[in-house]
């Protein structure tokens, strides 16, 4: 193939793989949590370390995860103690974010508007190799928590008041999910972008759960769906030469809205399937039976 020519575009396709499989991992536990736009929210934050990366003139993926880990603890304090002023507290965060992030970009020697947009929309084509070092320990630091605390993580995030009962720590993993969600940003601004790369965590698992009823099988088709947007768009962007964050996000829709048409046949088969399943089991009165409770369950 000749887009496998170019060293660009081999890190690229790596990168968008390494990709689509860590945004849903940990997007699963955000749709759980009832937190879809915490990664937008935390793009906003890590737009301000993608500034200051570029002020200090060092690695902007570096410093931009300090800010966006800093950025998701201080959401998770807010919603601990925010009550009723944490929506505002969080817009100020989110908008403060933004504004520093585009201030600290033009007053740094090497920043510029088109930096600034690379970042906010993506642009996969620009990974260096030292970028793929960092994606590398990033992705894996995400993928062993998503993966081997999955039990934990899903018990908190289906029901913090049971995972409390059965003595989870609540708080420290809830502040975990956060962290992890804030590495998966940085891992994923330069393939989708800041403001797109909430889509990437969300959209493949509201598509995966419209065919799903068990969180393995979730969690399985969403990652597939996130692999197969991810290298198709960023394959569709070299060819066509469009933009590969939006690509990506426009060929998630796409699946959502196609799984979301056969979740209504699927439902009906399998409402068919458990009503012929139900019709095999029969409850037996013997009409000569020399006790009250004498009831049998036949098959």
Not at 94 to 116: D, I, K, Q, R, T
Not at 155 to 160: F, G, S
Not at 181 to 193: N, P
């Amino acid at each position: 193939m000749e887009i496998l020519n170019y060293a660009f575009m081999q890190r690229a396709l790596i990168a968008a793989l390494i990709v689509g499989v860590t945004a849903p991992a940990i997007g699963i536990y955000l749709v759980q949590r009832r937190q879809a736009l915490m990664g937008d929210g935390i793009g906003h934050v890590a737009l301000t370390g993608v500034g200051l990366g570029f002020l200090l003139n060092t690695s902007p993926i570096w410093v931009a995860t300090a800010v966006a880990i800093a950025g998701s603890v201080v959401m998770e304090l807010i919603r601990w103690y925010g009550k009723t002023r944490g929506d505002l507290a969080l817009a100020m965060l989110f908008y403060g974010g933004m504004a520093g992030g585009v201030m600290l970009m033009n007053l740094s020697e090497a920043g510029s508007n088109a930096n600034l947009g690379t970042y906010l929309f993506g642009s996969i084509t620009t990974v260096s190799p030292q970028d793929m070092t960092t994606i590398y320990v990033l992705a894996a630091l995400v993928l062993a928590i998503t993966i081997g605390l999955r039990r934990q993580l899903f018990a908190v995030c289906q029901d913090e008041e049971f995972a409390r009962v059965t003595g989870l720590p609540v708080r420290l993993l809830n502040l975990l999910v956060a962290v992890t969600a804030a590495v998966t940003v940085t891992v994923a601004m330069r393939v989708v972008g800041l403001l797109l790369v909430s889509a990437l965590m969300v959209i493949p698992v509201a598509a995966a759960q419209q065919i799903s009823r068990s969180f393995a099988v979730t969690f399985s088709v969403a990652v597939a769906i996130g692999v197969a947007v991810t290298l198709t768009g960023t394959t569709t962007s070299y060819y066509v030469d469009v933009p590969s964050g939006a690509t990506i996000v426009l060929f998630a829709i796409g699946l959502f809205v196609l799984f979301t048409g056969l979740a209504a046949p699927l439902a009906k088969k399998r409402a068919r399937a458990a009503a012929e399943a139900s019709k095999g089991c029969t409850l037996e009165v013997p009409g000569d039976r020399t006790a009250p409770d004498d009831v049998r369950v036949t098959g």
